[in-house]
């Protein structure tokens, strides 16, 4: 085998042994770590669970088991099923059985991307709302005291309209292309 990585693939009912150059499996490990920090950092999401998420994002197949994700990210079985519990119950992932199969893979949800930004959206609308209270509280100060606070909450507001419209027509647009 030499500088190849023999994978052991798993395709519908069949099993596929495809050999991959080192190179090509860590192709993407820049923006996986990437990814994962930026998880980390703007969502909490643990470092690992950022790069599972981000290597689903970009393999091939799409459909990946446990010990495929493992030893792409190079983390312990234990842990990716730690993550990929996290992941699944963020409703970011899928994990799919077959019928014969003795592994289930684990694939990215196809709503994932309209879960996430609805979570941004979650998070303008809490931090409007945060931002009213203190408003509220402010309310006998004058306009000038308030404007700072003012100017954040205007800020949220355009940030919880204009995302929930722009994920209305990308979900419209996306229906009416895969259609």
């Known amino acids: 085998?030499?500088?190849?990585?023999?994978l052991l693939l798993e395709m519908s009912n069949m099993r596929t042994i495809s050999t991959m150059a080192p190179d090509e499996i860590h192709r993407y490990d820049e923006f996986i770590d990437g990814f994962a920090?930026?998880?980390h950092s703007q969502r909490g999401v643990p470092l690992v669970g950022g790069r599972i998420?981000?290597?689903?994002?970009?393999?091939?197949?799409t459909e990946q088991t446990?010990?495929?994700i493992s030893a792409a990210v190079t983390a312990s079985l234990g842990t990716v099923s730690s993550?990929?519990?996290l992941l699944l119950s963020a409703r970011l992932i899928e994990r799919e059985t077959r019928r014969g199969e003795r592994s289930a893979v684990y694939l990215i949800s196809p709503g994932a991307m309209s879960t996430i930004t609805r979570a941004t959206i979650e998070a303008a609308r809490s931090a409007?709302?945060?931002?009213?209270?203190g408003l509220a509280l402010?309310?006998?100060?004058?306009?000038?005291?308030?404007?700072?606070?003012?100017d954040l909450r205007d800020v949220y507001l355009i940030f919880e309209k204009s995302i929930a419209a722009?994920?209305?027509?990308?979900?419209?647009?996306?229906?009416?292309?895969?259609?």
Do not use: H
């Not at 409007?128 to 209270?133: A, I, K, V």
């Open 37 to 39: 920090r930026m998880m």
């Open 166 to 179: 722009l994920l209305e027509n990308w979900e419209k647009d996306r229906t009416e292309t895969n259609a």
């Open 66 to 68: 446990a010990a495929q």
């Open 53 to 61: 998420f981000a290597y689903l994002l970009v393999c091939e197949p």
């Open 128 to 133: 409007r709302e945060m931002t009213d209270r």
């Open 1 to 6: 085998m030499g500088a190849e990585i023999s």
């Open 83 to 85: 993550m990929t519990r």
């Open 138 to 150: 402010m309310a006998d100060r004058p306009l000038t005291a308030r404007a700072r606070l003012q």
